[in-house]
């Protein structure tokens, strides 16, 4: 995403790009594994939801600025609701389910987790959640002004703890109680990460409304694929050398079916994580921070699986009907995550289970075939027995269940999600963003925001401006179509821009001119803001770049 956006973002300025991808397909974490053609037959092997949070803006309009162009129907990207929270999403934890279904209230008493009796005094009637919020709130405090300056001093205080230990020493919990806390609100051993980094996640987690795309978020990164250009990427093309030339040039040197040779760039963004680019031998050595970070941030791992079966049982059991949202489990599964696409629905449906670090680790040593059964087992240990609401059948899993497709993060080449160590914001972070010469970096690792969309484009769009100088975020073009009448021997589609567009070119495209009013008989008029052009529009390159994609696509351009 880091790698698009930053195409996209580079094509608007007037620069011409390429982008090697090493896989089949773009989008990194991004991915959508379609069983079949079947409406709602998916499941989200990445990415999956976007939260209405300010941080998070840079997606949503990034989404408003591809809803101006006219995309084939496969790509278009519209909104529908993700349900984070159902009424019926429970925890399933020490073999039993709690009488209060509601998972936010889960305490210790019920679901008879082992405290001392001074613990028990003081937090067996307390909530995972009421607890959580005690410990980071203060912290999320000091980001509400200056976020800069607030995340920065809670890096100077805070960033060596690990998370465990300053809800130990800071906070006074007793261990029992943290491990609880960690078990029903996050997963195995992520309280080891950093204070900042736990921090950082649960602005995301406390915001109630939230998002995913409908028809599957890889249609993301397709359409901004289709946007950069099919004959500006190569797929199956991995880098396999990075060489510094005399002039200040970097030259590549590229291996795989989908390319192979050597090429030469003005300028290079390396938006991969540092797990591939350390792979990369054949390149220059940098600093000895830059290579103390590539090879030490930590990424957790991440594991997903998604199983298809006849029915939508777990919509359909009472008193545990689950429509969205996902429940919570100390079985290997970790979380059972309920799609928020197609409630309701008759016929077969799709609902994965999700867990990072540790929990995610154990997956791996088994077969396809092993992970499968596992799946099916712990899901059995739950559901077998209970009644369909619809059809008054006796639940049986394995009987109800058709498919599942799976995907390890950290086996492939885009790895799990940046989750910083303790220290690491403070000694790794800079490091790993300063650019080495005219080879740059860019990624949700680069980002204060890790794991998200955001953060991949954030990072994409600080890198470009580090090249470019400062420029405007992808988003909403602000351009009105107005037909004004006939005057002369012309018709003039008059196209105001408003205050939040950046460049000439990004108001031919949104406004609708391309490659579908190029008729001989009628000019075009784009108005645009002085400011956004420069003083000198004779020189300025958006604005010439952009005359020159209408002119391509068949548009009389003249100037009035």
Known sequence: MAGLYAALLLRRAGHRVHIFEGTDRVGGRIYTHYFNDEENQYFEAGAMRIPH???????????????NFDLPSEMRVDLIPYNLTSPGNFVYINRCTPNRLDASSTTPRSINWALSDRSKALFQDRSAEDLMLEAVTPLLQKLDGNFV??????????DDYPFRLYLSSILGWPTEVIDFVETVTSQTNQFSLSVTEIMMEYIDFSTKEWSTIAHGMSRLPNAMAHLVGDENITFNARVSGIRNEKDGKVTLSIAGCGAAGEITFDKVIMAIPPSALRMITNRPAWSEQKELAIRSMHFESLYKMGLRFKTRFWERVGPMTCRGGQSTTDLPIRWIVYPSNGIDEDGPGVLLVYSWMTDADNWLPLTPEERRDLALANL???????????????????????????????????????????GQFLSRFEAARRPEGNIHFAGEHLSRHHTWVAGALESAWETVSSIVGPILQLGPSGIESLEVEQKGDIKR????????MATWESAVLAGGLVGERGESDIDFVLQLHRKHLGPNLENDLPMRAGIELARNQGAKMRRI
């Open 53 to 67: 949070s300010p941080h998070h803006n840079i997606v949503f309009d990034l989404i408003k600025h591809l809803q």
């Open 149 to 158: 300056d607030g995340f920065n001093e809670i890096c100077r205080k805070f």
């Open 380 to 422: 059995a240990q739950i559901y077998d027995g209970m009644i369909d609401t619809k059809d008054k059948s006796v639940i049986d899993v394995h009987d109800l269940f058709i498919e599942s497709s799976d995907v390890a993060w950290s086996a492939r080449n885009s790895t799990g999600d940046a989750k910083f160590l303790p």
């Open 493 to 500: 589609s008059v196209l105001f821009q408003g205050p939040d």
